[in-house]
């Protein structure tokens, strides 16, 4: 197996382990203070990471690059982030996983809508197989509080999937070039900075009840360091690191394993049931996002 192929792998195995967490998690905490818990404390410790392998602190770029690193940021840090965490909270961690399969048809869609790359017929089947699976697996469970929750829920995650696509995508010849410890770094701290101004803006007087809510809540630190370090730092370093060393639609496959381990986390982890529509709907999905990444 590759170097690319562990990574991207390894990726979808550290990222299942920190949704389950965030499931936990985000039962006392709502997803913006968590979103900005989790990638400050990602932000330290890949800055740490820098200071230790003695790489710079800061890399020479052109201004045009420095706005799209900053575009990608705010749209795949602050902004999908904070969707992926509301759609956990609605939806349970193994519908989570389901709605996750939009993945690599976001890919694709984003590929095409920026790049001009052709979508080949089984990439369209795929896409289809994956828009099937989820609404067929889409039913009410436990986990879900009412049926509203459910729909929003899935439109937060796919939404969340392509706008990360988007920003991903939009810096790929950057991290390919660059150091890719330094450019997840400068994503995070760009990140925090926009949540942060987002909450003096929106919540006027009240940022420390709402935006540093996670550093407040020592009960839960046992919970959400561990899920922060899994996460947005192990996680997307892998996840990006797949990016650099793979084609996109191999990198997505093994992202795509992520699925997998969730909900066979989320069952003996967290009890959520099994159901046979679920199954169905996951295996169609998994099968559709399969024929987009390896078309």
Same mark, same amino acid.
């Given at each position: 197996?590759?170097?690319?192929?562990?990574?991207?792998?390894?990726? +979808?195995?550290?990222?299942?382990?920190?949704?389950?967490?965030?499931?936990?998690?985000?039962?006392?905490?709502?997803?913006?203070?968590?979103?900005?818990?989790?990638?400050?404390?990602?932000?330290?410790?890949?800055?740490?990471?820098?200071?230790? %392998?003695?790489?710079?602190?800061?890399?020479?770029?052109?201004?045009?690059?420095?706005?799209?690193?900053?575009?990608?940021?705010?749209?795949?840090? +602050?902004?999908?982030?904070?969707?992926?965490?509301?759609?956990?909270?609605?939806?349970?961690?193994?519908?989570?996983?389901?709605?996750?399969?939009?993945?690599?048809?976001?890919? +694709?869609?984003?590929?095409?809508?920026?790049?001009?790359?052709?979508?080949?017929?089984?990439?369209?089947?795929?896409?289809?197989?994956?828009?099937?699976?989820?609404?067929?697996?889409?039913?009410?469970?436990?986990?879900?509080?009412?049926?509203?929750?459910?729909?929003?829920?899935?439109?937060?995650?796919?939404?969340?999937?392509?706008?990360?696509?988007?920003?991903?995508?939009?810096?790929?010849?950057?991290?390919?070039?660059?150091?890719?410890?330094?450019?997840?770094?400068?994503?995070?701290?760009?990140?925090?900075?926009?949540?942060?101004?987002?909450?003096?803006?929106?919540?006027?007087?009240?940022?420390?009840?709402?935006?540093?809510?996670?550093?407040?809540?020592?009960?839960?630190?046992?919970?959400?360091?561990?899920?922060?370090?899994?996460?947005?730092?192990?996680?997307?370093?892998?996840?990006?690191?797949?990016?650099?060393?793979?084609?996109?639609?191999?990198?997505?496959?093994?992202?795509?394993?992520?699925?997998?381990?969730?909900?066979?986390?989320?069952?003996?982890?967290?009890?959520?049931?099994?159901?046979?529509?679920?199954?169905?709907?996951?295996? %169609? +999905?998994?099968?559709?996002?399969?024929?987009?990444?390896?078309?």
């Amino acid at each position: 197996m590759l170097i690319g192929d562990l990574y991207a792998a390894g990726s +979808a195995l550290v990222w299942s382990f920190a949704l389950i967490l965030m499931r936990v998690a985000g039962h006392q905490i709502p997803p913006i203070p968590l979103t900005f818990f989790k990638n400050f404390v990602a932000f330290i410790l890949v800055v740490l990471t820098l200071v230790v %392998l003695g790489e710079p602190l800061f890399i020479q770029l052109q201004p045009y690059d420095y706005l799209r690193l900053v575009v990608s940021a705010v749209l795949g840090i +602050a902004v999908a982030d904070t969707m992926i965490a509301a759609a956990v909270n609605r939806l349970g961690a193994s519908l989570q996983a389901l709605a996750d399969c939009a993945y690599a048809p976001s890919i +694709a869609f984003v590929g095409f809508m920026m790049f001009g790359e052709i979508l080949s017929t089984w990439e369209i089947i795929g896409g289809i197989m994956v828009l099937f699976g989820v609404f067929v697996g889409a039913t009410m469970t436990a986990e879900i509080k009412n049926p509203r929750d459910l729909w929003v829920g899935i439109l937060l995650a796919a939404g969340a999937h392509i706008i990360m696509a988007l920003g991903i995508l939009m810096v790929r010849d950057i991290f390919r070039e660059e150091s890719l410890i330094w450019v997840c770094s400068f994503r995070f701290l760009i990140g925090a900075i926009a949540m942060y101004l987002y909450a003096v803006i929106r919540f006027p007087g009240r940022v420390r009840e709402t935006l540093f809510l996670g550093f407040l809540r020592r009960d839960m630190w046992r919970t959400i360091i561990p899920m922060a370090i899994l996460g947005p730092f192990l996680a997307t370093l892998f996840w990006m690191a797949g990016f650099k060393y793979l084609e996109a639609g191999r990198a997505a496959i093994f992202n795509q394993l992520s699925t997998v381990f969730i909900i066979i986390l989320a069952y003996f982890l967290l009890g959520e049931k099994l159901s046979r529509r679920k199954m169905v709907g996951v295996v %169609l +999905a998994i099968v559709g996002a399969g024929l987009v990444a390896t078309h």
